[in-house]
């Protein structure tokens, strides 16, 4: 079985200052682990995905998330947040060697404040 | 390379009628996914297809939902005899390769169903 927990429905953030989204995750098998974007009334976009190799992995948009095994964490983080950033984030995880259909959470809005 | 494409973007059905979703893939690709999006949640996988076939549809309702990929033409869903319940944003994305999502899954825009 697999489940993933986006810990924040909302999270506000200045123009500039850092973005933390958060994700837990629970899988029976080695999870692969991926964060998509949603803008309003458009299709989801990959952001960066996480498949067992690297700890640290960077995406697009200066995007990037860290798995930790200890913790089965994989948060998303970017150093300084632009407008254009304010959208739906959804962290989602599927397993090597298991069912390969995909788990979303129920995501996270992203609001930036000028 | 158009991206993903699903017809109509909006769709409003009154309870009983019935509702076709269209999603034609990317090109290249010949898997394609359907996912429904709830108000307020994650999107939720509904039905995993290849061309001319079922692959897994353990996320599919039992009655009234079906999909199909024919050799020819875009993948339909098909939902019977609609009800309120049935609103929601319904997304279709496809991939070059199905097994491990691992390979990338493309998504459409979405088609947002209303039932009055």
């Known amino acids: 079985a697999q489940s993933v927990t986006q810990l924040d429905s909302h999270v506000s953030v200045s123009e500039g200052t850092p973005v933390l989204l958060r994700c837990n995750y629970s899988s029976s098998y080695s999870p692969s682990l991926f964060w998509y974007v949603q803008h309003p009334n458009k299709g989801l976009q990959l952001l960066l995905k996480y498949t067992s190799a690297a700890t640290l992995v960077k995406g697009i948009n200066g995007f990037e998330a860290e798995f930790k095994k200890s913790e089965t964490s994989f948060h998303l983080t970017k150093p300084s947040a632009h407008m254009s950033d304010a959208a739906e984030y959804f962290c989602v995880v599927s397993m090597v060697g298991g069912s390969y259909i995909p788990t979303f959470g129920r995501g996270t809005s992203l609001i930036v404040h000028p | 390379n158009a991206g993903v494409m699903q017809n109509p973007r909006h769709l409003v059905r009154r309870r009983g009628q019935e509702a076709r979703l269209r999603c034609s893939p990317m090109?290249?690709?010949?898997?394609v996914y359907w996912y429904r999006q709830l108000p307020e949640e994650g999107l939720k996988f509904m039905v995993y297809l290849q061309k001319e076939n079922i692959i897994d549809e353990s996320g599919m309702p039992k009655e009234r939902f079906s999909a199909e990929f024919p050799k020819e033409g875009p993948s339909i869903l098909r939902i019977q005899q609609v009800v309120r319940g049935d609103s929601a944003a319904y997304f279709c994305?496809?991939?070059?390769?199905?097994?491990?999502?691992?390979?990338?899954?493309?998504f459409g825009p979405g088609t947002r169903l209303t039932v009055l």
């Open positions: 994305a496809s991939s070059q390769e199905g097994q491990g999502f691992g390979n990338e899954q493309f």
């Open positions: 090109k290249g690709h010949s898997h």
